[in-house]
């Protein structure tokens, strides 16, 4: 089902552009009063292992697995 990125947790497998990933750490940081919070996602792609880091809006929809 759709879920905000800021909602994901350690080890949660979601979906974005068509990729499978699982999160490995996710930090989310708010930023000034009229920015938006944006989330450090550490992920693994689960198609080839490898690691990568994402900066997202927290509030950016993904599917959750």
Partial sequence: ?????????????????N???RVKNIEVSKIGKHGRAKVRLE???LKNNE???MIRISTEKVERK
């Fill in 1 to 17: 089902h759709m879920t905000e990125i800021q909602e994901l947790k350690k080890g949660d497998v979601f979906v974005i552009d």
């Fill in 19 to 21: 990729e499978t990933y």
């Fill in 43 to 45: 992920v693994v792609d």
């Fill in 51 to 53: 690691e990568k880091v």
